[in-house]
């Protein structure tokens, strides 16, 4: 029965705007974190590692929490048109299954995100001319990267169901994105869930360490991720939402 759920929400991509932002946004940020590399190669001499950090920069902390929020506005957006919630509570699946299917979903579109992520950043270092091969870590970047993402889908699910607006979730992806900046600085990057994608992405030290185990990452993930569960099911349950 997820599975169908699921299935129908995928149904919702198919020629959808929402691509758009899939290819462009994440352009943007390889474009000025590539522009940025040229502009300071004689102080950013560490070639393909340097070359990740100004990626991350503006991957990390402006377009790809936004990228997010557009992802999880755009998978609740029909359910808040014409009173479709009406439709959704009646049908006879359990209420976790409708917050977990738009979960899935985003979360496939995160990790097809960080695909494409990937082929940018190889793509401007070719075009940089940029010596030696691909970071052998690039894998592990991404993926890491994925987790920390798949947080922000549930916190950002969690808003897009609450909130009857495409565009402001949207906004406080962008505001809690910028605010992974303070959270790092401050030492509390890792409970902070818009910051995780950043760590996990090695943003600030791609040849370095982690600032947080691995297994904290994943730990403090699966914790955003649980609690984001259980407030969308209790709103789904307790809100009166098809009367909106």
């Given at each position: ?230 407030i969308a099911v209790l709103w789904l349950r307790n809100k009166d939402v098809m009367a909106a």
């Amino acid at each position: 029965m997820l599975f169908k759920i699921i299935r129908a929400e995928q149904m919702k991509l198919k020629r959808s705007p929402v691509w758009l932002a899939f290819f462009l946004l994440p352009i943007l940020p390889a474009f000025m974190g590539t522009f940025n590399y040229v502009q300071n190669v004689g102080i950013l001499n560490d070639y393909w590692y340097s070359l990740w950090t100004q990626h991350t920069l503006f991957t990390c902390y402006f377009f790809l929490p936004a990228t997010i929020g557009v992802y999880c506005s755009y998978l609740c957006r029909l359910e808040h048109t014409n009173h479709n919630w009406n439709s959704v509570m009646t049908l006879p699946v359990p209420i976790p299954y409708i917050y977990l299917s738009k979960l899935f979903t985003a979360s496939v579109m995160v990790l097809a995100t960080q695909v494409w992520v990937g082929i940018l950043f190889i793509i401007s270092g070719k075009l940089s001319h940029l010596p030696g091969p691909v970071p052998p870590e690039l894998f592990e970047w991404l993926a890491y990267g994925a987790i920390g993402g798949i947080v922000i889908c549930g916190v950002q699910l969690c808003l897009s169901l609450i909130i009857r607006s495409f565009a402001v979730p949207v906004g406080i992806a962008m505001i809690g994105g910028i605010g992974g900046v303070a959270a790092l600085s401050k030492g509390a990057g890792a409970f902070y869930p818009y910051s995780l994608m950043s760590i996990g992405m090695r943003a600030n030290s791609p040849g370095g360490p982690m600032i947080c185990t691995p297994g904290q990452l994943v730990l403090n993930s699966f914790l955003f991720l649980g609690a984001s569960t259980v407030i969308a099911v209790l709103w789904l349950r307790n809100k009166d939402v098809m009367a909106a």
